[in-house]
């Protein structure tokens, strides 16, 4: 069922972040706020195909 999945940012384009999720449960891509090293704040990654 869980799926193992990468979170990316486009405005920094780092994909620094594996994941899993269930399907079933969010369908639709996943949202995060994570820490970016180069921005060295808090910024939104996204799941990544």
């Avoid at 780092?14 to 180069?38: A, D, G, M, V």
């Amino acid at each position: 069922m869980r799926k193992n999945i990468v979170l990316g940012n486009a405005q920094t384009r780092e994909r620094l972040y594996l994941t899993s999720k269930n399907t079933r449960n969010t369908p639709e891509r996943l949202k995060l706020l994570k820490y970016s090293p180069k921005l060295k704040k808090k910024i939104w990654f996204t799941e990544v195909k």
